[in-house]
């Protein structure tokens, strides 16, 4: 069966970064790509950006564009979110899910438990 | 503020039938571009209900349906139950933006 399984969670400084990683088992890696998703406290779901299962294509939101880097290692069938300068309004749970897109983000089928990231001096 | 808009609440009596509506633009649903709709329990990571606008995935019951017209889509569930009480979210592509985006998201309260 089809798991993502995230990292443990998380306690950053402001101006710090954080890398998370989305270890996936029960599937040809290499035919999906994946989408990174958050949800601050109490919040709706932010969609942060997709990064294809080769490293060869990617897509990021726009309000993320310059500090976030999504990338996938075929090797260990793993995909990492870092994401840079971290400011209090980035904690927030998040979220690695596979991707059904081919050559950019479609939707999002199987997700990863979540990862609590909080930002905090 | 999210370019896909959904309404922040919606309630239904067991047994009635709810629908869930998410407007967008012409830059995204009115362009074209496939809607798929996810359940998020409390505390726990959403979950694909509908995609590419009226598809099921395997094991989710034939109560919950999707459908799509001009800028708008609509998530359909009829039978309410007491397990359906949670938080959905309609997802789909925005071309101006060049990137996916999520409605606002929509309470629904089992009565």
């Known amino acids: 069966q089809v798991q993502l399984v995230q990292s443990g969670a998380e306690v950053k400084k402001p101006g710090a970064s954080v890398k998370v990683s989305c270890k996936a088992s029960g599937y040809d890696f290499t035919n999906y790509g994946f989408s990174w998703v958050r949800q601050a406290p109490g919040q709706g779901l932010e969609w942060m950006g997709w990064v294809s299962a080769d490293n060869a294509d990617t897509n990021y939101a726009e309000s993320l564009q310059g500090r976030v880097t999504m990338t996938t290692d075929t090797s260990t069938s793993t995909a990492y979110m870092e994401l840079r300068s971290l400011r209090s309004d980035d904690t927030a749970v998040y979220y690695c899910a596979r991707d059904n897109g081919v050559g950019g983000p479609l939707y999002p089928d199987y997700w990863g438990q979540g990862t609590l990231v909080t930002v905090s001096s | 503020q999210s370019v896909l808009t959904q309404p922040p609440s919606v309630s239904g009596a067991p047994g009635q039938r709810v629908t869930i509506s998410c407007t967008g633009g012409s830059s995204n649903i009115g362009a074209g571009y496939d809607v798929h709709w996810y359940q998020q329990l409390p505390g726990t990571a959403p979950k694909l209900l509908i995609y590419?606008?009226?598809y099921r995935p395997s094991g989710v019951p034939d109560r919950f349906s999707g459908s799509k017209s001009g800028i708008s889509a609509s998530l359909a569930i009829t039978g309410l139950q007491a397990e359906d009480e949670a938080d959905y979210y309609c997802?789909?592509?925005?071309?101006?933006?060049?990137?996916?985006?999520f409605g606002g998201g929509t309470k629904l309260t089992v009565l």
């Open positions: 590419r606008n009226n």
């Open positions: 997802l789909s592509y925005d071309g101006s933006l060049s990137g996916s985006v």
